[in-house]
C-alpha cells in the first residue's frame, strides 16, 4: 500500500527566503506525481504535474524535481512571497489500477513573514 | 469562475436528514471523482467516474451515494451519515484517468 509523507508538516520563513518542501513515497511503481496548492477552506489547485520518466518540471518560480528510486520529490519556490502562504500537497498516481486513484501526503502548511 | 463549481459550499445537516451535494465541471472533461478532507487526515478518495461509469470505490459506507448523470454532473447523496462524517468534501475532474485533476471549492459538510 502505498504511504506519502511530506516533512516537515509546517514551516514559516521571512519573505524573499528560498522554500524548500519535501515528499517520500514508498513505492516506487508510480506513473506521476503532483503537486498541490491548498488555500484554507478552498479546493486543490495543480502546480506541477511530473511524469514518471521526468526529473524536473518548472513553472515559474516553481521547481519540482523527482528521484523515484529514493521515493522522493522537492518542491522548491525561490524568492517567496505572503502570498505564498498555503498548504501545499504531494500526490502519487500508481503505475497499475483502474482509475486515477491518487495518494496524498499529509501536507505541509507554509507561512511567509513580511 | 472555476471550471468545476460544487454547491452548497456549507452544509449542516442532522443525522437523519437526507441531502446532496453537487458538483459541475465546464472543461468538457471525461473523468469525476469524490474526495474527503477531515482534519488532520490525508486527502481521501471516495469515487471515480470515468465517462459516466464508476470505476473506483474505495471502501466507502453505503451512506454515501454517488451518481453520475452525464460527463459535467456529478452528485454525492448522503443519508444517516455520522458526526465523523463531518468534512470537506471536493470534486474533481481530468481529462483523462491519468491526467491532472482540477478541483473545486469543496463543500464544508457539518453532521449534528
Known amino acids: 500500500k502505498q504511504e506519502v509523507t511530506q516533512i516537515p508538516a509546517a514551516l514559516s520563513v521571512p519573505e524573499g527566503e528560498n522554500l524548500v518542501l519535501n515528499c517520500s513515497f514508498t513505492?516506487?511503481?508510480?506513473?506521476?506525481l503532483q503537486w498541490f496548492r491548498q488555500d484554507p477552506g478552498k479546493g486543490l489547485t495543480s502546480l506541477l504535474l511530473?511524469?514518471?520518466?521526468?526529473r524536473e518540471q518548472t513553472s515559474g518560480r516553481l521547481n519540482a524535481s523527482l528521484d523515484k528510486s529514493s521515493g522522493r520529490s522537492t518542491l522548491y519556490i525561490a524568492a517567496s512571497q505572503p502570498g505564498d502562504s498555503a498548504t501545499y500537497l504531494c500526490?502519487?498516481?500508481?503505475?497499475?489500477?483502474?482509475?486515477?486513484?491518487?495518494?496524498f501526503g499529509g501536507g505541509t502548511r507554509v507561512l511567509v513573514k513580511p | 469562475e472555476t471550471g468545476v463549481t460544487q454547491t452548497p459550499r456549507h452544509l449542516v445537516m442532522g443525522m437523519t436528514n437526507k441531502k446532496s451535494l453537487k458538483c459541475e465541471q465546464h472543461?468538457?472533461?471525461?473523468?469525476m471523482y469524490w474526495y474527503k478532507q477531515s482534519a488532520k487526515k490525508p486527502l481521501e478518495l471516495m469515487f471515480v467516474?470515468?465517462?459516466?461509469?464508476?470505476?473506483e470505490n474505495n471502501s466507502v459506507p453505503s451512506r454515501f451515494s454517488p451518481e453520475c448523470p452525464n460527463s459535467s454532473h456529478l452528485f454525492l447523496h448522503l443519508h444517516t451519515l455520522q458526526p465523523e462524517d463531518s468534512a470537506l468534501y471536493l470534486c474533481?475532474?481530468?481529462?483523462?484517468?491519468?491526467?491532472?485533476?482540477?478541483f473545486g471549492p469543496g463543500t464544508r459538510l457539518t453532521v449534528l
Open positions: 500526490a502519487v498516481g500508481p503505475l497499475e489500477g483502474a482509475g486515477n486513484k491518487l495518494t
Open positions: 474533481a475532474s481530468s481529462q483523462e484517468r491519468r491526467d491532472t485533476q482540477y
Open positions: 511530473i511524469q514518471s520518466s521526468q
Open positions: 513505492d516506487s511503481a508510480i506513473y506521476n
Open positions: 467516474y470515468s465517462l459516466e461509469e464508476r470505476v
Open positions: 472543461l468538457g472533461h471525461n473523468a
